[in-house]
């Protein structure tokens, strides 16, 4: 019976990676996300039922359009794989819940703002605002954080960046933090509370500094290469919703 029960979480993870990956190329663009039909961006013809089985109908056309042949980006198939092991991991820490559901919904939006982040460099509004709202509303249930942690967490979050953001500008004259980041760390901490900010600003600093440093080495770009923050504050959160309490008592024990 697990077994199944897991099954069935990968199969609705890939449907809702599929969905995401319209929400990635539509959002950006202020395009509806229910209408029209999903079709090939190049040559316009419409995607078959049967030709939209997440990752399955990827691999029988071998990457490439059925109409035109011109290439399919790999990205859909990773977004749905992506989607399909969050949705396995969530289930195998919340079991079939409430939570589960809740916090499948928080790992899409996470997903679908770092891949719009990474190509357009904007953390549309249109995902932030509503999702921090709803953070707060979910502390409100059982079984989560207090609606106190969280009111607190979506304060400092988006206060904290604020003000970061506020004091570079003034230093350097220039923008260092968006305000899409100040709202997706607000919205971050409406979800997960105050408590988880201080780990998860320092992973994604760490981790974007590393890989951010990586990209900007190999692409022969100059130190003024803007990075998109959204994505390692995303890696940060669900680092934390997964490993919070293992990676906060390893960081902690080096200074004891």
């Known amino acids: 019976m697990d077994f199944v029960l897991y099954f069935f979480s990968v199969l609705l993870g890939l449907c809702l990676g599929s969905f995401a990956n319209v929400c990635i190329y539509r959002i950006a663009q202020n395009k509806s996300i229910v209408h029209p039909a999903s079709s090939c961006p190049h040559c316009g013809a419409g995607i078959r039922f049967y030709d939209n089985i997440p990752v399955i109908s990827y691999l029988l056309l071998k990457g490439r359009c059925r109409q035109c042949g011109i290439s399919i980006s790999l990205r859909y ?3 749905e794989m992506l989607m399909a092991l969050l949705s396995l991991a969530l289930f195998m820490k919340f079991g079939f819940q409430l939570q589960y559901l809740l916090f499948m919904l928080f790992s899409g939006i ?3 703002l770092s891949f719009i982040d990474f190509d357009h460099k904007i953390l549309p509004d249109v995902l932030t605002l509503p999702s921090i709202l709803a953070g707060w509303l979910v502390s409100f249930l059982p079984g989560g954080i207090s609606w106190i942690d969280s009111l607190i967490g979506l304060v400092a979050g988006g206060g904290s960046l604020y003000l970061v953001a506020t ?7 220039r923008e260092g933090l968006g305000g899409g980041d100040i709202k997706l760390l ?3 901490g409406a979800w997960l509370g105050w408590v988880s900010l201080p780990l998860i600003v320092l992973m994604s600093s760490l981790s974007g500094a590393v890989i951010g440093s990586v990209f900007i080495l190999s692409g022969g770009k100059g130190v003024r290469t803007q990075i998109p923050f959204g994505p390692f504050l995303s890696i940060g959160a669900l680092a934390y919703l997964f490993f919070g309490r293992q990676i906060s008592l390893w960081y902690f024990n080096l200074f004891a």
């Open 167 to 173: 004091v570079y500008e003034r230093i350097t004259g």
């Open 186 to 188: 607000a919205m971050i």
């Open 110 to 112: 996470l997903l679908i």
């Open 77 to 79: 198939p990773l977004v």
